[in-house]
């Protein structure tokens, strides 16, 4: 069994900066890829950013050069570090674990 547990959302103004982290517990588990996906209110959850185990990252073009993916495999964390953020990042945030696992998500709200 894993648990999913994201912080650091919140309200910020756009231009402003938020640190998301994800933290995976539990046990019968390892961690290999990791993911944030976002949804906002009526529409589909989407891809944003993935750190595969060698470290490998890909980015949605929409937050390319704004956001960064990065990992501590000793602390099974992920976090996504969200710069010069606009009122259309406004979703709540969600971390992957392995490609099934999912958290309950964060709110990210970016007030123009």
């Known amino acids: 069994q894993v648990r999913l547990v994201e912080s650091g959302g919140g309200l910020v103004q756009a231009g402003g900066s938020l640190r998301l982290s994800c933290v995976a517990s539990g046990s019968g588990f390892s961690v290999n890829t990791m993911d944030w996906y976002r949804q906002a209110p009526g529409k589909q959850r989407v891809l944003v950013a993935t750190i595969a185990t060698g470290g490998r990252t890909n980015y949605a073009d929409s937050v390319k050069g704004r956001f960064t993916i990065s990992r501590d495999n000793l602390k099974n964390t992920v976090y996504l570090q969200m710069n010069s953020l606009k009122p259309e990042d406004t979703a709540v945030y969600y971390c992957?674990?392995?490609?099934?696992?999912w958290g309950q998500g964060t709110q990210v709200t970016v007030s123009s």
């Open positions: 992957r674990l392995n490609t099934f696992w």
